[in-house]
């Protein structure tokens, strides 16, 4: 049973609804045509992370997006 965790940073609300369908049936897809992965057995969970709970290179990803980095 293929298990896919994308994270992206939670940023200006989030997600949609339709940009997670998408994510869930094209990384379903992707297993499906290059590694012969059943769909229906195909698990893919995504986790928005807030930016406050998120750092690179020592600070908070809340802190570069002010800076526009």
Request: proline fraction near 3%.
């Amino acid at each position: 049973m293929p298990y896919v965790n994308i994270k992206v940073t939670k940023e200006n609300g989030g997600l949609t609804k339709e940009e997670k369908e998408t994510l869930v049936k094209g990384a379903t897809s992707l297993l499906q045509e290059t590694l012969g992965k059943n769909p229906a057995s195909t698990v893919v969970i995504i986790d928005e992370v807030d930016t406050d709970n998120y750092g690179l290179g020592g600070e908070l990803i809340t802190e570069r997006r002010k800076r526009g980095q």
